[in-house]
């Protein structure tokens, strides 16, 4: 090959280049008109089932002519996302604004800086703290010189402590290598999502959801596919739906039982009809646990059904209340472990050896987990007492430390009703729509104490009773 071939071949790919660009325009002009015909017809703008019918044809397509599918499928998702985003754009701006529940805690504390005295029922920290006896070998820790650069993987010795204890509750034999101990739940959803999703990938997400995995999946370029569950139908999510919004670049699966929001666990037969679900579409399940030693009545880890693409996320900040220690773990086969441990390592070196060493006293400490379990019964019943005199329409949390219920008659939206709970009456809730499409709903945490909830329910009741 001489340099003018050279030369001239990459004149080629320019021009090629060009094409591509001037079809892509155009492309999406056609989408811009598909969008205004769907408007016109009232059809919602996110088709899935076109979606997937055309991933099908490019797939076919791209087989023709030799092309690694997976990365034609991501192509496919970067063209739908803009797509997407150019129908939305055309929409009439009447929608909702979106305050999260993260607005209103800032609102409150705004608040509260100005002398406003504030019942937080919008939080998702328990109050309860962490045992003495955990703080105390912390610092013990400390002095003892546990605060060196360690394992990315996490202490040894934390690490065999978490698969013991994982084989004394659900009988499940594990490595040490299958064991990643993180800064907490949140960055253990992070890495495992981080290790296993490449940019274009789908995963699916049960509504109403805890907002990470929707920001998480985003920020890793992928692209969130939502599923609803209705209070209806108990919050339970349906196979056929799941298998509906799947298409080719589906990657993972998002469960979170007992579930923030909702308060839902799951049955045994259900946790394996997802699995098996996920079994026949190969993806990934990463199954956040977080509130198991929440769970009322028992309690069935993802562990249990031995599916080899299963990631679980446990966390040590509802169990123990060390919310602020930042510590948790989680669980998958080893080439995942890795994959994440080298983001980890990358990121933030290790977990601070002398947090890992109060974890483990932690984790032999039986009593806590069971003693705060039964405090956020306790509460969450009172909830549902005083929900049931206003009339509320809610399902019956089976674990974990929020109600998510709907009020008959409401004559505004959740966020409206949360701001106008915060400014007249001193008491902050996370709206509804925090977690997915649910405008009728709030969310009301019992992480504070019973008579501080009940002082927000009755002005709850208040707001009610006056709009
Ligand atoms: N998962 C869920 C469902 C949560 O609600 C939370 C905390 N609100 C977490 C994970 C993360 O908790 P942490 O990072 O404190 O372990």
């Not at 010795?157 to 907490?184: C, H, M, Q, W």
């Not at 009172?382 to 219920?405: H, R, S, W």
């Not at 106008?420 to 996370?430: N, P, R, W």
Request: net charge neutral.
């Amino acid at each position: 090959m001489t340099i003018e071939e050279l030369r001239k071949t990459r004149e080629e790919l320019r021009e090629i280049t060009g094409r591509i660009i001037e079809l892509l325009a155009y492309r999406l002009e056609k989408a811009e008109k598909v969008g205004e015909l769907k408007r016109e017809l009232g059809l919602p703008n996110v088709d899935l089932e076109t979606e997937r019918e055309l991933r099908e044809y490019v797939s076919k397509k791209s087989a023709q002519y030799g092309l690694d599918d997976a990365f034609i499928q991501q192509i496919m998702t970067l063209i739908f996302n803009e797509s997407i985003k150019r129908q939305d754009g055309k929409e009439p701006k009447n929608k909702i604004p979106r305050i999260t529940h993260i607005d209103i805690f800032r609102k409150a504390k705004e608040l509260e800086v100005s002398g406003r005295e504030i019942v937080h029922l919008e939080v998702g920290e328990p109050n309860f703290g962490a045992p003495i006896k955990v703080a105390d070998k912390l610092s013990e820790a400390a002095k003892k010189g546990y605060a060196f650069y360690g394992d990315a993987k996490g202490h040894v010795n934390l690490r065999e402590a978490i698969s013991e204890y994982l084989e004394n509750r659900f009988g499940v034999s594990l490595s040490k290598d299958e064991i990643l101990v993180t800064p907490g739940g949140r960055f253990a959803v992070y890495l495992a999502a981080a290790a296993t999703l490449a940019p274009g990938d789908e995963a699916l997400i049960i509504d109403p959801s805890w907002p990470a995995y929707k920001q998480i999946t985003e920020f890793l370029q992928c692209r969130p596919v939502v599923i609803k569950t209705s209070l209806s139908t108990g919050w339970l999510p349906n196979i056929d739906e799941l298998e509906k919004s799947t298409s080719r670049a589906t990657k993972m699966l998002f469960i979170n039982y007992p579930n923030n929001p909702t308060g839902v666990t799951i049955s045994k037969e259900l946790l394996k009809a997802l699995v098996d679900f996920a079994r026949r579409k190969k993806i990934n399940v990463i199954s956040d646990e977080v509130y198991m030693d929440y769970a009322f009545n028992g309690f069935t880890s993802i562990l249990e059904t031995n599916y080899d693409n299963a990631i679980m996320i446990m966390s040590f900040s509802k169990s123990y209340g060390m919310t602020g220690y930042r510590i948790g773990y989680l669980v998958a086969k080893k080439e995942i472990i890795d994959r994440a441990a080298r983001i980890q390592s990358l990121l933030m070196t290790c977990v601070p050896e002398f947090i890992q060493i109060a974890a483990i006293e932690a984790l032999a400490d039986v009593e806590t987990p069971r003693k705060y379990r039964e405090e956020m019964k306790r509460r969450i019943d009172k909830v549902c007492q005083m929900l049931d005199e206003i009339n509320a329409e809610y399902v019956k949390p089976t674990g974990g430390m929020y109600v998510f219920p709907r009020f008959r008659s409401l004559k505004m939206n959740s966020i409206e009703l949360a701001l106008k709970l915060l400014d007249k009456y001193g008491v902050s809730v996370a709206p509804g729509l925090s977690f997915g499409d649910y405008p009728d709903h709030i969310r009301i945490s019992t992480g504070c104490e019973l008579s501080k909830i009940i002082t927000g329910m009755e002005k709850l009741r208040e707001a009610l009773n006056e709009q």
